[in-house]
Each structure stands twice: as C-alpha cells, then as structure tokens.
C-alpha cells in the first residue's frame, strides 16, 4: 500500500507560449508521517528517438510532509532550446512529471505536448528555421498517463516483495501433467503391440486355412482294372470323406479365428489414461512547505 496518493494534478497556464514556464497545482494524500521529504521532478522530452535530449526542467523537495491532503504549486522554466534538435521543436512531445521517496520514484504522469505555430499561414508553410516567438504550446491535460510504483517507504513492512511466494500446489499440478504424458505414450506402446499380436495370429490362422485346402485324394496303386475301379471308388470315397473332414476342420478353424479376433481386440484395447487509495471525507487540503 502506497503511504502518499497522487490526487490530482492541474494544468495552470496551458496553452502557452512556447517559453513560457509550466504551471502545475498538485493534490496529494500522505496516511502517514515521512521521515524525509518528497522531491518532485519535470523532464521534457526532447526527441522521441533518442533520451539524449531529455531536459530535466526543476526539481521540488517538498516537505515535512503533514499526514492528510495537501496541495502546492510546481512552477518549472521552459526548456533549452539549444539542447533540442532543430526538426524536433515543432509537433508532439511529451512531458513527464514524477516524484520519489527517498530516491525511489513511485508515481509518474506523462502529459503529451503539441507545438505548433499560433497561425495557419505558418503551419502550413513553416520557415526553415523556427520562429520560437510565434510557436506555442497545448499540454493534452485531459489525458495523461499515470503510472504507480510499489517501493519501500520508512518501514520494512512496507517494501514490496522481491520474489514471488511460494506455490506448492502450481509445482505439484506441474508434476501432474508430466505424469499423465507418461502414461499416455506407454498406452500408446501396448495399444502398437497389442495390433501386431492380433495381425501374427490373423497370418499364422490364413497359413493354416491353406494347408487344408490343399490336401486332396491319396494316389491309387498300380494293379487290374477291377482292383482299380475298386480303389478309385474307395479313393474317392475317402476323398470326400477327407473333404469333409476338411471342411469341418475349416469350420473349426473359422472358430479359432474368431476367438483369435475376439482375444486381440481384448489385447488391443488397453485401460484407459489416469485423468488426471481516497481521501477521508471531510478532509482538508492543507499547504505542503516547499523548499
């Protein structure tokens, strides 16, 4: 929790001349007293692509600081125009107003600034070299950009925290889900292995089918005639008695083809994966000393 609040800040004098110095009225809250002073501190941006013509424009210690609101004005000269480039003087900038405790900065608000010149004539066709006395300034006050800091005030309850707290069970979810790809891709190896198991069988089933198919009628001996009507009625007689016997054999082999299929889409489909800050009302704003 912040110990000093920025409440408002104000625009004074805007739009302005270009070397005109910049008025802000500043509201803050402080919920407790400081041991040390707040400085406040106004950079203009001299250049968008490069901080090497940045311009701090003044600096404010404020302080002792009185626990409630409090309010002041912040006056800051215009900047240097020897230390910003010729073709960056005209158009938008941007302004940053931000005050530290103690060295360390806990609030900034960036306003941008449109400079241009006070005629269209001059917009339109600007010199070669700017005329500084025809150019003025517009702070966007309407919108700025405000950006808090957590920093250590005079307490060590007050420093914010430097690592993360600890979070045992993010760890153990982490843990939880390399468990569970583990599991998956060992699933996977018995569901390959199981499909081989039941395609060997399918093979040696089909090779088996076939030796059947082709056994035929046993070859009739040399002999007479009659003796060879005789044994080619016998030999055909046992041929299909072997036929049949064959065929029955088939059957019984469809049989165990089935029970194969039904053993390997047993085997073939293995268990499942493991699822895994405001002022008090009433209060006063009082006048903060500035040194």
Same mark, same amino acid.
């Given at each position: 929790?912040?110990?000093?609040?920025?409440?408002?800040?104000?625009?004074?004098?805007?739009?302005?001349?270009?070397?005109?110095?910049?008025?802000?009225? #500043?509201?803050?809250?402080?919920?407790?007293?400081?041991?040390?002073?707040?400085?406040?501190?106004?950079?203009?941006?001299?250049?968008?692509?490069?901080?090497?013509?940045?311009?701090?424009?003044?600096?404010?210690?404020?302080?002792? #600081?009185?626990?409630?609101?409090?309010?002041?004005?912040?006056?800051?000269?215009?900047?240097?125009?020897?230390?910003?480039?010729?073709?960056?003087?005209?158009?938008?900038?941007?302004?940053?107003?931000?005050?530290?405790?103690?060295?360390?900065?806990?609030?900034?608000?960036?306003?941008?600034?449109?400079?241009?010149?006070?005629?269209?004539?001059?917009?339109?066709?600007?010199?070669?070299?700017?005329? *500084?006395?025809?150019?003025?300034?517009?702070?966007?006050?309407?919108?700025?950009?405000?950006?808090?800091?957590? *920093?250590?005030?005079?307490?060590?309850?007050?420093?914010?925290?430097?690592?993360?707290?600890?979070?045992?069970?993010?760890?153990?979810?982490?843990?939880?889900?390399?468990?569970?790809?583990?599991?998956?891709?060992?699933?996977?190896?018995?569901?390959?292995?199981?499909?081989?198991?039941?395609?060997?069988?399918?093979?040696?089933?089909?090779?088996?089918?076939?030796?059947?198919?082709?056994?035929?009628?046993? #070859?009739?001996?040399?002999?007479?005639?009659?003796?060879?009507?005789?044994?080619?009625?016998?030999?055909?007689?046992?041929?299909?008695?072997?036929?049949?016997?064959?065929?029955?054999?088939?059957?019984?082999?469809?049989?165990?083809?089935?029970?194969?299929?039904?053993?390997?889409?047993?085997?073939?489909?293995?268990?499942?994966?493991?699822?895994?800050?405001?002022?008090?009302?009433?209060?006063?704003?009082?006048?903060?000393?500035?040194?």
């Amino acid at each position: 929790m912040s110990v000093v609040s920025l409440l408002g800040v104000k625009v004074l004098n805007n739009p302005a001349s270009f070397s005109a110095p910049y008025e802000f009225e #500043i509201t803050f809250e402080c919920l407790e007293q400081l041991h040390k002073d707040l400085e406040w501190k106004l950079t203009y941006v001299g250049s968008a692509s490069t901080s090497e013509f940045d311009q701090e424009l003044d600096s404010l210690l404020v302080g002792p #600081i009185p626990v409630g609101v409090n309010k002041f004005i912040f006056e800051a000269d215009a900047p240097d125009l020897t230390r910003i480039p010729a073709s960056d003087i005209l158009g938008v900038t941007v302004i940053l107003l931000t005050c530290s405790y103690d060295g360390r900065e806990f609030v900034r608000v960036g306003y941008y600034v449109n400079n241009e010149y006070d005629s269209d004539e001059l917009n339109q066709e600007p010199p070669s070299k700017p005329i *500084i006395e025809k150019v003025r300034r517009n702070v966007l006050a309407e919108k700025p950009r405000v950006t808090r800091f957590a *920093i250590k005030w005079d307490s060590e309850e007050s420093a914010p925290a430097e690592f993360p707290p600890d979070q045992p069970e993010a760890d153990a979810v982490e843990e939880d889900s390399l468990t569970y790809g583990i599991e998956e891709e060992e699933e996977e190896e018995d569901l390959v292995e199981g499909e081989a198991s039941v395609t060997k069988d399918l093979d040696e089933d089909a090779e088996m089918a076939g030796a059947d198919d082709t056994a035929g009628a046993p #070859i009739p001996m040399p002999g007479n005639e009659e003796d060879a009507g005789s044994e080619d009625l016998e030999a055909e007689s046992s041929g299909s008695d072997e036929e049949e016997d064959g065929e029955e054999e088939e059957v019984e082999g469809d049989g165990g083809e089935d029970e194969d299929m039904d053993m390997g889409e047993e085997a073939g489909h293995p268990g499942k994966a493991a699822e895994n800050g405001h002022p008090a009302s009433g209060a006063h704003a009082q006048e903060a000393m500035v040194h």
